[in-house]
């Protein structure tokens, strides 16, 4: 069996959307809710790639944004307002909540949480199952509930290290 992915309407880039993908819908957002005002459609880039189950809210105060080379996993969910930058990589069942900003080449692990308004970060790892509940700087390594910066890895093999 094989699996179908349809590109973005008026896009021909390497980038696809699975049919089941949810692009576009109502914020989840009590106050835009009442306002009765309109949501701003996501804008995707043409080479992101969008998996299955997953949903991107439309945008409130503004698009909600996919960047560049973008790969979203299963079951993620993006919320209304959030920005993802380029070249990232979003794991199976993360969240990132609304207003969220996942810089440049963030990498963020399945089941991960990204609160509303918090930053991640070019180049920063956030593990399988972290709850982000503060910005997380460029480059760092984060995990845990709620997520703490991790130390950076030992280069010296674990063979090669001295007896304590």
């Known amino acids: 069996m094989t699996t179908t992915f349809e590109r973005p309407q008026g896009h021909d880039g390497q980038g696809r959307i699975h049919p089941s993908a949810r692009v576009g819908g109502p914020p989840e957002d009590r106050e835009w809710l009442d306002s009765g005002q309109p949501c701003r459609p996501p804008l995707i880039e043409h080479d992101a790639i969008i998996s299955a189950y997953v949903t991107i809210d439309a945008g409130t105060t503004r698009p909600t944004r996919v960047g560049h080379g973008t790969l979203i996993m299963a079951h993620a969910h993006i919320g209304h307002d959030a920005h993802i930058g380029n070249h990232t990589d979003i794991g199976t069942g993360a969240i990132i909540g609304g207003h969220a900003e996942i810089e440049t080449a963030a990498k963020i692990g399945l089941g991960a949480i990204v609160l509303p308004y ?11 199952g972290a709850v982000i509940t503060k910005d997380v700087p460029p480059g760092e390594v984060w995990a845990g509930n709620p997520a703490r910066k ?3 890895k030992n280069p010296v093999p674990y063979s090669q290290r001295a007896a304590a």
């Open 118 to 128: 918090r930053r991640v970060g070019a180049n920063a790892v956030i593990g399988a």
């Open 150 to 152: 991790l130390p950076p």
